[in-house]
């Protein structure tokens, strides 16, 4: 059985290893211009060139409309939070009082058998346990 030299294995990784370390320098410098280059271009759309080369901001000027239909939408908004709210907090209290009854009901009664089934004198102590 032949064996493989060393050699060739040792070159096939150094060029995969060279390509990896290329393409992260590549990506490193592709994401320092975008970060640099992207505010600049953000900041030159905030503002136009007038015809006589005076800069204006491009603030839009919101009609009392919007605001009014703005706030009408908060408002209505609001009030489906707070009716959902109302509804889920008296759907879960109602919830519980229903589930408190029935295990209350369902596990007296199986106590209240159980001590039906002792002797009188037992049942007298319990009864005066409970009682007092």
Same mark, same amino acid.
């Given at each position: 059985?032949?064996? %493989? ?14 390509? !990896? ?14 970060? %640099?280059?992207?505010? !600049?271009?953000?900041?030159? !759309?905030? =503002? ?5 080369? /005076?800069?204006?901001? $491009? +603030?839009?000027? =919101?009609p009392p409309v919007?605001?009014? /239909? ?8 609001? $009030? ?32 209240? +058998?159980?001590?039906? %089934?002792?002797?009188? +004198?037992?049942?007298?102590?319990? !009864? ?5």
């Amino acid at each position: 059985m032949p064996l %493989k030299p060393l050699e060739k294995d040792n070159n096939r990784d150094n060029r995969g290893l060279g390509l !990896k370390i290329g393409f992260l320098i590549i990506l490193l410098i592709t994401g320092i211009l975008l970060t %640099k280059l992207v505010p !600049k271009a953000a900041g030159n !759309k905030e =503002k136009n060139v007038n015809v006589l080369g /005076a800069e204006q901001d $491009n +603030k839009i000027n =919101k009609p009392p409309v919007t605001e009014e /239909a703005t706030r009408f939408i908060q408002n209505t908004a609001d $009030n489906l939070i707070n009716n959902a709210v109302d509804s889920v907090t008296s759907f879960a209290s109602q919830s519980a009082a229903a589930v408190t009854d029935t295990v209350f009901t369902s596990t007296v009664i199986n106590i209240v +058998k159980q001590i039906d %089934k002792l002797p009188d +004198k037992q049942q007298s102590e319990i !009864k005066q346990a409970i009682c007092h």
